[in-house]
């Protein structure tokens, strides 16, 4: 049962426009939801993070968008860099970052 | 301020061997989790250590076991290895506190041949 889903597997955008990844769960008990960009071979680095108070985090070009009644949220890049072409997770918790469910990832590429 | 280190980064070993991996948290850090990467599978959980006391065990067999020491260190041990088992291995640590994110270490890629 994949509580944390990440529909798109894949994801290209033009360099300069707004790239949007999407992310699904399905427990309602999840209150805190990250985001991690990833590297082959390389760990996850922290983009962004939302609680469920919130329905919105911004920080940079980076913003989150958390919609609880449809248990949805959504990371937004704006604007897209050549830099940004990673592999994107969506991770949610109960409580904390202690135990991390994640989504299976959405590589993204971004063309000049 | 030095991030998550983990030793070592890459390893081959042949079924049913066993294996240790280490990770050290950034300092300050109390909470140590451990994930599995496969392609397959994707990232999954493995278990949190606080405290040297595991508090959180994702669906893994008891092959699949860790410790954490008075420094906060972490290991985590696999044994009779299974081709299966073969993954990159990732730590993260973290705060106590709720709102904080986790900090990824650069994982330890395992080969099991």
């Known amino acids: 049962d994949q509580q944390v889903k990440q529909n798109s597997p894949s994801l290209s955008v033009q360099e300069g426009r707004i790239s949007i990844l999407n992310c699904d769960y399905t427990?309602?008990?999840?209150?805190?939801f990250l985001w991690y960009k990833k590297y082959p071979a390389e760990g996850p680095t922290f983009l962004i993070s939302i609680s469920s108070i919130k329905d919105k985090n911004e920080d940079g070009r980076f913003t989150v968008f958390l919609n609880k009644s449809a248990k949805h949220l959504s990371l937004h890049i704006v604007p897209s860099q050549p830099g940004d072409s990673a592999v994107y997770f969506c991770a949610a918790s109960e409580g904390g970052a202690q135990k991390l469910v994640f989504g299976q990832g959405t590589r993204l590429t971004i063309n000049p | 301020k030095a991030g998550v280190t983990q030793t070592p980064r890459y390893l081959i070993k042949t079924r049913g061997q066993q294996v240790t991996l280490s990770c050290s948290p950034i300092s300050g850090h109390r909470s140590v989790s451990w994930y599995q990467q496969t392609p397959g599978q994707g990232l999954q959980f493995l278990f949190e250590y606080f405290s040297e006391t595991q508090r959180n065990k994702g669906n893994f067999p008891g092959r699949f076991s860790g410790r954490q020491f008075s420094n906060s260190r972490s290991e985590m041990n696999v044994s009779t290895l299974e081709l299966g088992d073969s993954a990159l291995y990732l730590c993260a640590s973290s705060l106590e506190a709720f709102g904080t994110e986790a900090f990824f270490g650069q994982g330890t890629r395992l080969t099991v041949v």
């Open positions: 427990n309602s008990m999840f209150d805190y």
